[in-house]
Structure formats: C-alpha cells, structure tokens
C-alpha cells in the first residue's frame, strides 16, 4: 500500500484546512487509517483514526470539537478535516495504514505504512 497525503499549507489561527491520504491498492478499503503529527524536536503523536467503514473515529484529545475523519473507499481516500487551528497544529501530518490495527491505535508503531508528510502551519 502506498499514501500520499496533502492538503496542507499555511492557515491563521482559528481557520480550516481539510487534509486528504490517497491511497493505491484495493485491500485499503479494508484497513483502518490513522493521522499522526510531528512537530520540531517533538515526537510523532496520534491524532486521529478511523476504521475501514468509518464506524468508528477516535480523535485525540487535542483535537476532540475542532477536527474529524471520514474516509471515501470508492476513492480511496481519507480525510481530515481541522477546523478552529491553532499555532500548537503546526507540525507535519502524516497518514498511516495496516491491516492489523484499529482506529484506536495509538502507537506508531502499530502503523506498518506511512505516506508522506504535509506541513501545517498555523499562525497566530
């Protein structure tokens, strides 16, 4: 499987960006997806997650109210919707997926493929 994410870019503070994972390979439709973001000197931290039918969301505390996840299976994609940003979003979000983890998944390293990252930046 491989992702690509974009959608990022330069936003104020208290404005909306909707980040997008494009995935190829079919078998992605059946896999949960989850969000991570890495900010400078910081340690890539769970965001959001969401199960291959999108019954199930688990967002971050951080972000609980301000973003979401859903996900398109017919295009393969997965979004996140970020609104109310502030400065401390500012970090590079990636997409992850594998067959074995749930929406819930915190840990990195339960994530066995990653897309690129895409920068949000937040300004105050």
């Known amino acids: 499987v491989q992702l690509q994410a974009s959608g990022g870019g330069l936003v104020q503070a208290g404005g909306s960006l909707r980040l997008s994972c494009a995935a190829s390979?079919?078998?992605?439709?059946?896999?949960?997806v989850a969000w991570f973001r890495q900010a400078p000197e910081k340690e890539r931290e769970f965001v959001a997650g969401?199960?291959?039918?999108?019954?199930?969301?688990t967002l971050a505390d951080s972000v609980k109210g301000r973003f979401t996840a859903s996900r398109d299976n017919a295009k393969t994609t997965v979004y996140l919707q970020m609104d109310s940003l502030q400065p401390a979003d500012t970090a590079v979000y990636y997409c992850?997926?594998?067959?074995?983890?749930?929406?819930?998944?915190?840990?990195?390293?339960?994530?066995?493929?990653w897309g690129t990252g895409t920068l949000v930046t937040v300004s105050s």
């Open positions: 992850a997926t594998d067959p074995s983890a749930y929406s819930s998944s915190r840990n990195p390293r339960s994530w066995e493929y």
């Open positions: 390979g079919r078998t992605f439709s059946n896999y949960a």
């Open positions: 969401i199960s291959w039918n999108a019954r199930s969301i």
